[in-house]
């Protein structure tokens, strides 16, 4: 079953490439959703998928993420699941 996932990540990720690199690796895996710049300086991610693969993204975060990203903290908070047909750069969340 698919499930909804908000992640909320903070650090060094505006300005170094974070939305384009987590697409690159969204996009080849089966995960819809989509990565926005927050106001606040942080970036969000809303990502649907099965469980088990939403921990594949888990994984990427604790590992760094994207080269030039310095993650300092990051956050994930079940959120409703939305039917979405591919993962997308958004220049904000709706």
Known sequence: MK???EYII????QGVGFRF????WMKKQPITGYVWNRDDGSVGIKAFAEEQVLRKI???LAAGGPIGSKIVFWSATPCQYEEMADFSIRHYAS
């Open 3 to 5: 499930v909804g996932r």
């Open 10 to 13: 903070q650090g060094r990720v």
């Open 21 to 24: 690199h987590t697409y690159q």
């Open 58 to 60: 888990e994984d990427w």
